[in-house]
């Protein structure tokens, strides 16, 4: 997929210096670096009674509407 990045200049900078030195494309240098970041983030769980308390659903008093109210509103 294409996306387009707006870098300041000094950082686009010094990225084509680092790919020429590593002998790379910017996009893989850029590729390489998110998967650092993304590899390093722990995915989040959600404890067991979290997961329970949404599955159940929440009351929260009054009555409930009709379809046709909820898109009245």
């Known amino acids: 997929m294409r996306t387009t990045l707006d870098l300041p200049n000094d950082l686009l900078e010094r990225t084509k210096i680092e790919a ?7 996009k893989q240098l850029v590729m390489d670096g998110l998967q650092h ?14 997961l329970k308390r949404l ?4 009351r929260l008093g009054g009555t ?10």
């Open 20 to 26: 020429v030195k590593r002998r790379t494309t910017i």
């Open 37 to 50: 970041v993304l590899a390093q983030q722990e995915s989040p769980t959600a404890p067991p009674q979290a």
């Open 55 to 58: 599955q159940s659903g929440y």
């Open 64 to 73: 409930p509407l009709s379809r046709g109210e909820t898109h009245d509103r």
